[in-house]
């Protein structure tokens, strides 16, 4: 490993987990939506049905409707919280605005004017996130800011805020304009959601790792009794290879929806009246592991199996309904903390932009993806912007700002998954070539493309280490260069040689492209911009389901080239 690589043992993450454990992996993803045409709004915001920017981004201009708030100076109440909340909000802003976040407890966060933050902002016009989870001060404890994420990246994490005063959450932008959309929220309480009705039965049996409960009945049994909470501690004393089986009664107190979170090391299912509500798994200590039931009030038989592996031992169970704070259904000691994990990190020197570029050639496992991309190489920039290419492919996978790779999977321990995973806010972009040659613009693009059309062949690296990539494509030599300009990353296709066919140039794919100006599209919901030579022959057109732009690539004398910046 060379200089750039970090091993930060997180001694400090680890102790926060003993209280944040229960807050950070067991949360429910959903907020309820919040109408915006129920808040109170302050001077100079208005109601409208959406919004865009001009080109460079200093203006916005609306449409009628409902669905997005917009204004300036004046602060907007987002909420008045009563209890701990979570919250979640997108915002969109001008090339020239200073938006403030106030905390309820009187703290103000400047989004363009932290640096911790800064680093994570899209491009002016673009749609960002803000996450925060917020623990309300009782008593001699303070105020918590839980978790103050970024474009999903969390910025903020456990901070104690000294002010006891309770007042609302609110926005604003001392400078230019921002608008809100999106808003979500809700209550956090630490109620009681279900409680065991007596003492749980336990079987210890002989043998570890064994992956079928079935089996393990048949094994000689070590021990039985019974235990008041969940405890794999129940095995003191046993031979260190061995499985338990748990039962009890689990009186629920109202009906609904329940969730339903296991944390072990080793392998672990849990059955509510039979049914299977956490399939068995193999997992260390700290992997979220859950499932969701719906319940009628009342008792309910439990099952819950557990079998000691090579993993740390521990196995804790958290019980959650929507508004609630997980409760632990396990006796405290069953749930040690997790062990330190260096987590090793690659990053390009940032005080230096003139320095070499950072390498790493890698597995890729995408969003919604089920097999790993095995061939790919992630290119780290000094100046925070990075990306990843699929080289069987020729692939611009993702692109991304802030730090650059997670190699932990890749290089602790015997780093079985291989994964390289960004560090940064991700932009996940069209996962196919984008060049090709096809019979007409009318021709559907391929999602995936064969060695007898596209091979790799290498690549060269100038003096900062930036590689520009080389491969064949239908009988033609092309040349991929992807640098760093500004807020975006400028790729340069050339192409040499006479194809089987006529070239051209998927600028983008999505969802929605909206044109902001020429030679400037936003792309899925304003998520990132492409820009081109306002002079370009683009054509839109409509395919598979999603909106693309075209480029021909024209090619004379044997050679030709397209260039385009991903903006973001």
């Given at each position: 490993m060379n200089k750039f690589v970090t091993l930060i043992a997180r001694q400090t993450t680890a102790l926060l987990l003993s209280w944040l454990l229960p807050v950070s992996l067991y949360a429910q993803s959903d907020l309820p939506p919040v109408p915006l045409s129920q808040l109170t709004r302050a001077s100079g915001w208005q109601l409208a049905g959406s919004v865009s920017t001009n080109a460079d981004g200093s203006s916005v201009q609306s449409k009628s409707g409902d669905n997005v708030l917009v204004g300036t100076s004046e602060p907007l109440t987002l909420l008045t919280p009563t209890a701990d909340f979570r919250t979640r909000f997108e915002v969109l802003m001008t090339s020239n605005a200073d938006v403030v976040l106030t905390l309820p407890t009187g703290q103000p966060i400047s989004l363009a004017r932290s640096q911790e933050i800064a680093?994570?902002?899209?491009?002016?016009?673009?749609?960002?996130?803000?996450?925060?989870?917020?623990k309300t001060s009782r008593g001699n404890e303070p105020a918590i800011l839980e978790k103050l994420a970024v474009n999903g990246i969390t910025v903020r994490e456990g901070q104690t805020l000294s002010n006891p005063k309770l007042g609302p959450l609110t926005i604003a932008s001392k400078t230019g304009t921002v608008a809100v959309r999106n808003l979500g929220y809700r209550v956090m309480t630490p109620r009681t959601v279900a409680q065991w009705s007596g003492p749980l039965s336990y079987t210890i049996v002989e043998g570890g790792y064994i992956q079928d409960p079935k089996e393990a009945a048949r094994r000689k049994v070590l021990k039985q009794d019974t235990t008041s909470m969940l405890n794999y501690e129940v095995s003191y004393g046993q031979p260190r290879q061995y499985s338990i089986l748990f039962s009890g009664k689990l009186n629920t107190l109202q009906a609904g929806d329940y969730r339903f979170d296991l944390n072990q090391g080793g392998v672990a299912g849990l059955w509510i009246d039979g049914k299977d509500v956490i399939a068995l798994n193999h997992l260390e200590l700290g992997i979220p592991n859950s499932g969701t039931a719906t319940l009628a009030a009342g008792p309910h038989d439990v099952k819950v199996y557990f079998s000691r592996s090579w993993f740390r031992p521990g196995l804790g169970l958290f019980v959650s309904q929507a508004g609630t704070r997980p409760q632990a259904l396990h006796a405290q000691a069953s749930l040690p903390e997790p062990d330190p994990v260096a987590v090793v990190s690659v990053n390009p020197d940032y005080s230096d932009v003139q320095n070499q570029v950072q390498r790493i050639r890698s597995f890729v496992q995408l969003p919604g993806e089920k097999t790993k991309r095995t061939h790919s190489l992630s290119v780290?920039?000094?100046?925070?912007?990075?990306?990843?290419?699929?080289?069987?492919?020729?692939?611009?996978?993702?692109?991304?700002?802030?730090?650059?790779?997670?190699?932990t999977e890749m290089w602790y321990e015997r780093g079985e998954p291989q994964l390289l995973t960004p560090l940064g806010a991700t932009i996940l972009l069209p996962a196919q070539t984008a060049m090709m040659v096809l019979t007409n613009d009318a021709t559907a693009?391929?999602?995936?493309?064969?060695?007898?059309?596209?091979?790799?062949?290498?690549?060269?690296?100038?003096?900062k280490g930036v590689p520009t990539i080389s491969y064949m494509l239908a009988g033609a030599t092309v040349t991929d260069a992807i640098r760093p300009e500004g807020n975006a990353l400028v790729r340069t296709l050339t192409l040499n040689g006479s194809p089987n066919g006529t070239p051209y140039c998927r600028v983008a794919a999505g969802m929605s492209v909206e044109e902001v100006g020429k030679g400037l599209y936003a792309i899925n919901d304003r998520s990132y911009y492409v820009r081109f030579d306002p002079k370009a022959k683009i054509k839109m057109r409509q395919s598979n389901g999603k909106q693309e732009l075209l480029l021909p690539?024209?090619?004379?004398?044997?050679?030709?080239s397209v260039q385009y910046s991903i903006v973001f």
């Open positions: 680093r994570l902002l899209k491009a002016p016009g673009l749609w960002q996130t803000i996450e925060l989870w917020y780290g920039s000094p100046v925070g912007m990075h990306y990843t290419v699929d080289l069987n492919q020729m692939a611009l996978l993702q692109v991304w700002k802030g730090d650059f790779a997670n190699a693009w391929p999602d995936s493309v064969g060695e007898n059309i596209l091979q790799y062949k290498g690549l060269t690296v100038d003096k690539v024209d090619v004379k004398n044997g050679a030709g």
